[in-house]
C-alpha cells in the first residue's frame, strides 16, 4: 500500500468511525460476537468468479477489525429471529467500496430486524479495487447471487421466497439500489440451480445510499473504488443508479439525513424523483439531522425509528400482494 493510499484509507476509516460511534470513545478490539458465532455459507461453492485475480491489501496496524477487507471468499451470515414471521430481509453494510462495515450496518441491523420476526441474510462482498474484474460488476455478481441462493434455500430457513428484500447503507445502498435497478443485467456465468431464481428485490431500502456516480454529488471515494481512478462518461452513467429506474424496478424505502455530509442528501432525492417519474411505488424519510453512518439510528433521535417505519410500509407491500 502506498503512503497515499494508507492515508487516506485511514482518513476514510477515521471519519466514518467518528460518524458512528454514537459516544464510543475508542474503536472494537475484535469483531462483534454475533458476528463470528452467526451461522454463514459461501455464495460461490463451485469457486469464486476470477478468485485467480485477488489481489489482497495490507491494511494499517490500527485498522478496525469490524471494517473488512481482503474478501476472497464473498458469504452470507445467517441471523435468526427467535419467533419468525416468514419474512426476510438481506443487508448490504456499507464503507465506501473500500470495507465492509459489518457491526453497525450489519449485525445491529440483525438485531432489530430480529426482534420484528425477520429472518436476515448479511452480505460480505468483494470490494472492487481488490484486484477483480470488471471491477464495476464484481459488487454485482454477488448481489445478484446472494438473492439468488436464498431464494434457492427459502424452504430451508422457513421464509417466503416471493418477499424477499434488500436494505443497504451507503456504498451498500449503492449496490441494493443497483441491485434494484440492474437485477437482470447479465454479469455471471450460471453456476448451479440456484442462478434460476430472480434476482429482483420484492422491495429495497436505501439508507444514506449512494446513488449517482456523477459529480458533484457523487460519494468521490465510492466512485473511486469501484469504477477506478479516471472512469470514462459510460462507465459512469452504467453504475448511476437512478439513469436506470424503470417500471420493473421494485418499490423503494429512502433514508437521508440532510446534514449529510459524506453522501449528500441528493443522492436520495434524485432517486426519488427518478421513482416517481417511472410512477414506481416510494417512500422517503429525510432527517433534518443525523449526519452519516447512523446504522441502525440513535435512541431518542428521529433516526432511530427508521426501521419501525420500514417495516410498517414493507409489511403493507406484502399484505397487497397477496390480495
Excluded at 445467517?78 to 450496518?105: Q, T, W
Excluded at 430480529?114 to 474484474?133: D, H, K, M, Q, S
Excluded at 450460471?190 to 456523477?214: E, G, K, M, N
Aim: include cysteine; charged fraction near 20%; proline fraction near 9%.
Amino acid at each position: 500500500m502506498t503512503v497515499f493510499a494508507r492515508r487516506d484509507l485511514l482518513a476514510l476509516g477515521g471519519a466514518l468511525w467518528s460518524m458512528q460511534s454514537s459516544g464510543k470513545s475508542t474503536p472494537p478490539r475484535s469483531l462483534p460476537r454475533d458476528w463470528t458465532r452467526a451461522e454463514s455459507f459461501p455464495l460461490w461453492p463451485a469457486g469464486v468468479p476470477g478468485a485467480s485475480q485477488f489481489t489482497p491489501l495490507a491494511a494499517p496496524e490500527d485498522w478496525r477489525p469490524d471494517f473488512l477487507r481482503n474478501i476472497a471468499r464473498p458469504c452470507l451470515h445467517v441471523f435468526r429471529p427467535a419467533r419468525p414471521n416468514g419474512n426476510a430481509m438481506l443487508v448490504v453494510p456499507g464503507g465506501a467500496y473500500a470495507f465492509i462495515s459489518v457491526d453497525n450496518e450489519g449485525v445491529q441491523v440483525a438485531e432489530r430486524l430480529n426482534a420484528l420476526g425477520v429472518t436476515v441474510f448479511v452480505l460480505t462482498y468483494r470490494l472492487p479495487a481488490e484486484g477483480w474484474t470488471p471491477r464495476a460488476d464484481v459488487p454485482l455478481q454477488d448481489a445478484q447471487r446472494a438473492m439468488r441462493v436464498i431464494r434457492s434455500r427459502a424452504t430451508h430457513f422457513g421464509i417466503d421466497p416471493d418477499t424477499v428484500s434488500v436494505v443497504g447503507f451507503s456504498a451498500g445502498g449503492h449496490l441494493a439500489a443497483t441491485l434494484a435497478t440492474r437485477h437482470d443485467e447479465r454479469v455471471y456465468v450460471p453456476q448451479d440451480y440456484a442462478d434460476d431464481a430472480s434476482a429482483r428485490p420484492f422491495a429495497a431500502a436505501l439508507i444514506y445510499p449512494v446513488i449517482t456516480l456523477r459529480p458533484p454529488f457523487t460519494h468521490e471515494w465510492s466512485r473511486r473504488q469501484l469504477l477506478g481512478e479516471s472512469p470514462s462518461e459510460a462507465e459512469i452513467e452504467r453504475r448511476s443508479a437512478e439513469l436506470h429506474v424503470d417500471g420493473a424496478t421494485p418499490p423503494v424505502f429512502l433514508v437521508h439525513a440532510m446534514d449529510d455530509d459524506a453522501v449528500p442528501v441528493e443522492n436520495s432525492l434524485r432517486m426519488m424523483d427518478a421513482l416517481r417519474t417511472a410512477k414506481r411505488p416510494v417512500e422517503a424519510h429525510l432527517l433534518q439531522e443525523g449526519g452519516h453512518g447512523f446504522g441502525p439510528g440513535n435512541t431518542h433521535t428521529p433516526s432511530g425509528h427508521w426501521i419501525d417505519s420500514l417495516y410498517l410500509w414493507w409489511s403493507r407491500l406484502i399484505s397487497a400482494s397477496d390480495r
